[in-house]
């Protein structure tokens, strides 16, 4: 008689453990610690993400977003474009300026599957679909997506922003090319050339080109294609711009067209005799924020006739140091002390089609600081600064939908904080970042979140408002169409700037 014991397994079937079966020891200051991997849980690092899920699903946008997309697959082991796009959109919501970081989407099991997903695809698949979509088609796509978001606000009065960023390269790219780059002299680079909805920090359209073609002749043809898109009765009520846009070719275009304009001058030798002339008179006006201002008419070379200038300048009560590094080896310093003998004064100079008075018009120019902070923030905290490939048509895709997912993001958090826009860098770790973990029970799926930020209450009430509003929606607006609960969402995100007035879709002709 065989009187062996069986083979016990350490596990029966149906009662496997949850974590793999190696585990470490970690000896720490708190003590000794065992650490255990869980390979198999349905967990995510951004465990806040479905409320932004939902916003997407309510208006419409990332569905539409898809099914628009000029991409096809012929073969059967392709990705799906949701997989694709749906990978894309990750990537930049977590802050990812590399194809190589999409590796670290992959083991989220949860946000992929809420965003109808079957899988997240590899970055090498990301940058083969990209290459497949014709250029013109997919930057055609991309901007009708970007006016979506902007064109219902467009019946209000706004201001247009135009300007340039300079995105510094390190490979063969293609439009790698040496041009003005003023933090790396020398480096190649692209141009970014960017139309912006002021106030709101809307991307209009972004125009991507080599490196050298950054100049205002270059992006003219952008900037004019835009407004005459969007037509004449939404066109902006001003169109600012840094010095580089102060030039004859846009302001008498500009006045051709009929549209009003503030932008900066170059200190050039003519600016600067005018206003030594006018620094001995006292007659200067109050221009805000310390400074004072004074108005001439100025024809300098190469303009075509005279045109309103405004001479701005701000007395400096701190001392100053001046370094002088014409032999870098050894800079030549020199000090400006301020006594009451002697002033120190900054100055500037702007040329304006507007008969505003000046302090108005001092304070419409310091308004453009936002434009800046929104170009900082986009290549800093978004994907401007990186997603670059050896063919200009990808970086120019991928420039577009930074930028489509950039607004989407803008007026979302608009609906946590009516009042207030935070920047990616805060908006983020708050209201994305936290682990989730998913359960099922009797059919019901529950995410656990667990915030590490210190400010968790405030995504609390932010994501119960926001909760509470799309569930409103979703309940009492069930007969309308996804154009209209985008306007619903806009209209109760932009409460504040709409001064609380309800945004209505066109009216749509019925078939004959």
């Not at 932010?462 to 909760?467: D, G, K, P, T």
Request: proline fraction near 6%; glycine fraction near 8%; hydrophobic fraction near 40%.
């Amino acid at each position: 008689m065989d009187r062996s014991l069986p083979a016990l397994l350490p596990h029966p079937v149906g009662e496997q453990p949850s974590v793999e079966e190696f585990a470490a020891t970690a000896e720490t200051f708190g003590g000794r610690v065992h650490v255990e991997w869980d390979s198999g849980g349905r967990v995510t690092p951004l465990g806040q993400l479905p409320f932004f899920i939902e916003y997407l699903k309510q208006a419409g946008l990332f569905d539409g977003w898809v099914a628009d997309c000029p991409l096809t697959f012929s073969s059967p082991n392709a990705p799906s474009k949701r997989d694709l796009l749906g990978t894309v959109l990750l990537s930049v919501l977590a802050g990812h300026n590399r194809y190589a970081h999409i590796t670290t989407l992959r083991c989220d099991a949860v946000n992929p599957r809420l965003l109808g997903m079957k899988k997240v695809v590899s970055e090498d698949a990301v940058r083969r679909g990209l290459a497949k979509i014709d250029e013109a088609a997919g930057l055609s796509w991309l901007q009708t997506h970007l006016d979506y978001c902007s064109s219902p606000l467009l019946s209000e009065p706004w201001v247009l922003d135009i300007d340039s960023t300079i995105k510094p390269l390190y490979g063969q790219q293609e439009g790698a090319m040496v041009g003005y780059n003023p933090h790396k002299p020398g480096r190649p680079s692209h141009c970014y050339h960017t139309y912006m909805m002021a106030n709101l920090r809307l991307v209009l359209g972004v125009d991507v080109q080599p490196g050298d073609e950054h100049t205002p002749k270059h992006g003219q043809v952008g900037l004019w294609s835009l407004l005459h898109r969007i037509g004449r009765d939404r066109w902006p009520a001003l169109l600012r711009g840094d010095v580089a846009w102060g030039i004859e070719p846009v302001m008498a275009r500009a006045e051709q067209e009929g549209l009003a304009y503030l932008f900066r001058l170059r200190l050039t030798a003519n600016v600067k005799r005018a206003l030594t002339k006018m620094m001995a008179e006292r007659d200067w006006s109050n221009a805000g924020h310390g400074w004072q201002g004074k108005e001439t008419t100025l024809r300098l070379v190469g303009w075509s006739r005279q045109r309103r200038v405004v001479l701005l300048r701000r007395k400096l009560d701190r001392p100053l140091l001046l370094v002088d590094r014409v032999e870098p080896e050894q800079p030549l310093l020199s000090f400006a002390e301020i006594g009451p003998d002697r002033e120190v004064w900054e100055y500037a100079a702007l040329v304006t089609s507007l008969d505003s008075e000046i302090l108005t018009l001092g304070q419409l120019y310091r308004d453009r600081g936002d434009c800046e902070n929104t170009f900082d923030e986009l290549k800093n905290q978004w994907g401007w600064g990186g997603f670059t490939t050896h063919d200009l048509k990808r970086c120019r895709l991928l420039a577009g939908s930074v930028a489509l997912i950039f607004n989407w993001w803008s007026l979302f958090v608009r609906l946590a904080d009516l009042d207030h826009r935070p920047e990616a860098i805060t908006s983020r770790p708050l209201l994305m970042q936290a682990i989730a973990r998913q359960t099922q029970h009797a059919g019901q799926v529950t995410l656990t979140i667990t915030s590490t930020h210190a400010e968790q209450h405030k995504a609390r009430r932010a994501y119960l408002r926001i909760a509470g509003f799309l569930t409103r929606l979703r309940e009492t607006a069930e007969q309308l169409d996804p154009v209209q609960r985008w306007y619903r969402i806009l209209s109760e995100a932009l409460r504040r700037y709409l001064k609380g007035r309800q945004l209505h879709p066109p009216l749509r002709l019925a078939p004959a």
